[in-house]
């Protein structure tokens, strides 16, 4: 079974970074379209930033964190990344990462979180 598994979660105060890694075993990332999403206490789900090569390659994020997060992948080492900068109180959630067909990751979809392998998930906290 496919298995995602994400970290860098922490408690940072507001204006703070964080990476968030998104590593995966028994599949190759780069074949997939690879999302995050976030839940807050009380909230839905909602989708954070999608990242595949479908179409030649897209990179969605949501206008909440466009400019402050920005998704990379490193095939070498099967693993994406979320880097959040200036980081807000409301960014605060548990943070999922997704696989499903690269397809998922277009304008088409997102920000559906219609997507087949999930994480446990790894929380931020952004608190002073």
């Known amino acids: 079974q496919l298995q995602l598994v994400e970290s860098g979660g922490d408690l940072v105060q507001p204006g703070g970074s964080l990476t968030l890694s998104c590593a995966a075993s028994r599949f190759t990332l780069n074949y997939y379209a690879i999302g995050w999403f976030r839940q807050a206490p009380g909230k839905e789900r909602e989708g954070v930033s999608c990242?595949?090569?479908?179409?030649?390659?897209?990179?969605i994020y949501a206008d909440s964190v466009k400019g402050r997060f920005t998704a990379s992948r490193d095939n070498a080492k099967n693993t994406v990344y979320l880097q959040m900068n200036n980081l807000k109180p409301e960014d605060t959630a548990l943070y999922y990462c997704a696989a499903d067909a690269p397809f998922r990751c277009s304008h088409h979809y997102w920000p559906s979180d219609e997507y087949e392998y999930w994480g446990r998930g790894t929380q931020v906290t952004v608190s002073s």
């Open positions: 990242i595949s090569d479908y179409d030649g390659g897209s990179t």
